[in-house]
């Protein structure tokens, strides 16, 4: 598994999850960064915005920081896919 997902994925200014002995996770969301349109849950509509923002540079949808919108914000979307913990 890639040891910069892992990273992120365990950051719990991110969120929390739990890695698995197979190098799966379990995610546990308690933050909403993925959650774009602020209602709640990361779902379809926050979805749709980091696609409209696919390759741009500096934007909102930058899950990872790496300074482009790309593959892995949208792995990093969809391992907190639903609702928002507090």
Known sequence: HDPTMTALLTDPQWHQASILPDGSYDPQPNGCVADLDND???????????????GCGGCASDLDGSGEVGFNDLLLMLAVWGPCLP
Not at 41 to 46: K, Q
């Open 40 to 54: 709640g849950m990361v779902g379809f509509s926050d979805l749709l915005a980091l696609l409209a923002e696919w």
